[in-house]
């Protein structure tokens, strides 16, 4: 994999995509495709804060409530 200045790596775990809501649907990879999309102008460290508030609103949980099933990271990290 090459990568170049002003490129993003972003790593995640399966506790992003298997995030469900009411209806048992996931948080699939094409919402987080999305969702990365969406903000690609956010620095590598305000991505991660920016992914509880749409995945609390999906699945209607929250992370300090220890609401989710699996682990939620999310590692960002921009190319200078």
Do not use: C, Q
């Amino acid at each position: 994999m090459k990568v170049g200045s002003g490129d993003r790596i972003v790593m995640y775990t399966d506790g992003i995509l298997e995030a469900t809501n009411r209806e048992g649907v996931f948080f699939d990879p094409e919402r987080l495709r999305a969702f990365l999309a969406e903000r690609h102008e956010l620095s590598a460290e305000r991505l991660n804060a920016a992914l509880l508030e749409p995945l609390s609103d999906w699945s209607s949980r929250h992370p300090a409530s220890g609401g989710y099933e699996d682990d939620l990271t999310l590692v960002a990290a921009s190319v200078e």
